[in-house]
Structure formats: structure tokens, C-alpha cells
């Protein structure tokens, strides 16, 4: 009688490395820590939240320019003669921030220019915010850098361009911006007057 022999499959401890993080716009590289030489003729294939991503049959899985729409659950699957073993990770990518301009009011010579600014995160407003603007005309151009929310009141000279530099959310994301405003200076109204005054006799017109 012969003895039956069974072979179990060795497991491997796999890993991908910690959760991620990152920016929207920020390149992501996920790498599988692996021993080819401990496997009989391994493939892979990486999904995200349970779904095959497509050209994904490496170690590697390479996110260029990330969206928030990669964010999510990755496994990979190494298969082989001795079976099919995962190794999973997450990843978080925070969109980036932007800017909104509200309340633009135009000035007049000696009543400023006024205008509010608020960053944007998540689809919400973020107090704390860092943002940088600049304000230019053909002869000049000043650059301020201001925590939001921000009531701006300008003296202005002539009609300016306003224009959204940059803005950084604390312990998220930053982006660089050029979103850009028109503040319109409105003429002062001078004294006028429509002449001496007429006398008018009869049929007479002038």
C-alpha cells in the first residue's frame, strides 16, 4: 500500500506597504514586496474595490496624476501552480482646494474696492486656509498672501486685475491657481452744469 503524501501550499507574507494619503494631482506608486524565486511562475492582477484594473499584470501598479476617484481598497492577486495568495492597501486622494470670490463690490476714488475670499475643500468652506493673490494693472503688480475666511478692502487707482494665486488647506492638499476677477473702478461724478440761466418771453426758444 502506498502512503498518499499531501503538499500544502507555503503562504508567504505579503505586503504593499502602508495606507496612502496624497494630493489630487500627486503620482502614486504601489509595489508589492515579493520573491519571484519562491513562486512557480507567478502573474498579478490589481483591483481596486473588488474590480480588475486594466494593463495591471505587474508588482507594480503606477496612479499619474491621481483624482479622488482612484481612492478606494487595492489588492493584488499573485497566482501560481501553488495557488493564489493577496496582498491589499488603501489608498485617500484629497482633491485639491480652490478658491471663491464673493461679495466683489467696485470702487470710486476714496471708497475702496471690497471683496470676500474662501477656500474650498471637500466641496465644503475650510477656515485657515492660505491664499495668495496678486492685484495688477499695466504699471504695477502687488501680491498678498492672506489667511481665509478674508474681507478684502482695497484702494484702487485705476481698475485692477485680481488674481488667485495659490491656495493651501492645513494638513491637506495645496494647488496653484489662476482664477482671475476684474475690480472695475467707477469714475467720480464731477460738477456739472447746463449753463446761466433763460430767460424765455413769448414764442421764443433757444
Not at 80 to 85: D, K, P, T, V
Not at 105 to 125: R, V
Not at 154 to 162: K, N, P, V, W
Request: proline share 5%; charged share 15%.
Amino acid at each position: 500500500m502506498l502512503d498518499t503524501i499531501i503538499v500544502k501550499p507555503e503562504t508567504h507574507q505579503l505586503e504593499i506597504g502602508d495606507d496612502i494619503i496624497a494630493c489630487e494631482g500627486e503620482n502614486i506608486s504601489l509595489s508589492l514586496n515579493i520573491d519571484e524565486s519562491l513562486f512557480c511562475n507567478p502573474t498579478y492582477q490589481w483591483r481596486l474595490n473588488g474590480m480588475e484594473i486594466g494593463n495591471s499584470n505587474t508588482p507594480n501598479l503606477e496612479l499619474t496624476n491621481a483624482v479622488p476617484s482612484n481612492s478606494g481598497n487595492y489588492t493584488v492577486y499573485i497566482v501560481s501552480a501553488c495557488g493564489i495568495e493577496s496582498a491589499e492597501t488603501n489608498v485617500t486622494i484629497n482633491p485639491a482646494p480652490s478658491v471663491e470670490i464673493t461679495g466683489i463690490e467696485p470702487g470710486c476714488t476714496g471708497n475702496p474696492s471690497t471683496f470676500t475670499i474662501n477656500a474650498m475643500a471637500h466641496g465644503s468652506t475650510i477656515n485657515g486656509a492660505t491664499v495668495s493673490y496678486t492685484l495688477s494693472t499695466s504699471e504695477s503688480t502687488e501680491e498678498f498672501e492672506v489667511t481665509t475666511p478674508y474681507d478684502a478692502s482695497h484702494d484702487i487707482t485705476t481698475s485692477t486685475l485680481l488674481t488667485i494665486t495659490s491656495v493651501s488647506v492645513p494638513n491637506e492638499c495645496s494647488a496653484t491657481l489662476s482664477q482671475m476677477y476684474n475690480l472695475v473702478l467707477y469714475n467720480d461724478v464731477t460738477d456739472m452744469t447746463a449753463g446761466d440761466d433763460i430767460n424765455i418771453c413769448g414764442t421764443e426758444y433757444t
